[in-house]
């Protein structure tokens, strides 16, 4: 029988391994970790919070917050802790 490499896994079998490392194993690093970027291809939960650290305190030409333009460039959807879908309008920098 040929041997098994981790490159014929499927993305999903390679998810579910990595899924039970960290669960079995949690790296002791994982309260400071940080990525340059990450690309989540369906769904990302996150159980506790989400923090931004970068902020901007002005809009477009609107000037400085709290004045907004009418109309956002756009809406993100997002789920609240009781699963109720919520929109946060976004503007162009």
Do not use: H
């Amino acid at each position: 029988m040929p041997e098994e490499t981790i490159g014929d896994w499927t993305v999903e079998r390679f998810t579910r391994f990595i899924q039970q490392v960290i669960q079995e194993n949690p790296p002791s690093v994982i309260n400071t970790l940080s990525c340059d970027t990450a690309l989540v291809a369906t769904q990302l939960t996150v159980n506790d919070q989400v923090q931004f650290n970068n902020v901007q305190f002005t809009v477009g030409a609107a000037g400085a917050a709290p004045a907004l333009p009418a109309t956002p460039a756009g809406y993100f959807r997002v789920k609240d802790f009781t699963g109720q879908q919520k929109v946060i309008p976004f503007y162009d920098a």
